[in-house]
T-cell receptor, first 117, second 115 residues
Framework: AQKITQTQPGMFVQEKEAVTLDCTYD???????LFWYKQPSSGEMIFLIY??????QNATEGRYSLNFQKARKSANLVISASQLGDSAMYFC??????????????FGKGTMLLVSP | EAGVAQSPRYKIIEKRQSVAFWCNPI?????LYWYQQILGQGPKLLIQ????????DSQLPKDRFSAERLKGVDSTLKIQPAKLEDSAVYLC?????????????FGPGTRLTVL
């Protein structure tokens, strides 16, 4: 079974509107971290936001917020007031604590976001 | 603060040739990672170093790929000999420690094309 599922291959949004990018995950480990990264066409992976499994509140970083629903195992990224520069590939990723404390960061297949004027 | 540095940014080689990539992590970061990202997919971990020791290299094709981090700072990843399926972006990342809650910061990547 896939650990990270991003069901939206592509999303379109108009400038200044909000958009939600979906991410569901699969784990039986109670300790895990969820990450969102942005990858523009230049190729660099840019860290956006982090949510820990024990965090009580949803994470926020500027225009980015994470809608964390633990029981549903979903960690959707919400981008408010979209800008043209937000056009990029977005990856959801998870890292479980595991037995040793060192485990692999597993990525989803990504969602391509296009922001139109 | 300087980010993760990688070179070269682009490399084109013919199959069966060898190639090497270099990475310098963020200062003070003990953990360094090499990822392979094939077009249309998310990155896949090849190897993880904690200081200059290997923590995880289970996904590294050891018959052709090798990596080292001799002084616990910068690292090189080598492919010898290269195959067509090695065409990908090779990303280096670093984190302060190596635990599950640690954020990994990525470099700009090296885009490898094998002809």
């Amino acid at each position: 079974a896939q650990k990270i599922t991003q069901t939206q291959p592509g999303m379109f949004v108009q400038e200044k509107e909000a958009v939600t990018l979906d991410c569901t995950y699969d784990t039986s480990d109670p300790s895990y971290g969820l990450f969102w990264y942005k990858q523009p066409s230049s190729g660099e992976m840019i860290f956006l936001i982090y949510q820990g499994s024990y965090d009580q509140q949803n994470a926020t970083e500027g225009r980015y917020s994470l809608n964390f629903q633990k029981a549903r195992k979903s960690a959707n990224l919400v981008i408010s007031a979209s800008q043209l520069g937000d056009s990029a590939m977005y990856f959801c990723a998870m890292r479980e604590r595991g037995k040793s404390g060192y485990s692999t960061l597993t990525f989803g297949k990504g969602t391509m976001l296009l922001v139109s004027p | 603060e300087a980010g993760v540095a990688q070179s070269p940014r682009y490399k084109i080689i013919e199959k069966r040739q060898s190639v090497a990539f270099w990475c310098n992590p963020i200062s003070g970061h003990a953990t360094l990672y090499w990822y392979q990202q094939i077009l249309g997919q998310g990155p896949k971990l090849l190897i993880q170093f904690q200081n200059n020791g290997v923590v995880d290299d289970s996904q590294l094709p050891k018959d052709r790929f090798s990596a080292e981090r001799l002084k616990g700072v910068d690292s090189t990843l080598k492919i010898q000999p290269a195959k067509l399926e090695d065409s990908a972006v090779y990303l280096c990342a670093s984190s302060l420690a190596g635990n599950w809650a640690d954020t990994q910061y990525f470099g700009p990547g090296t885009r490898l094309t094998v002809l």
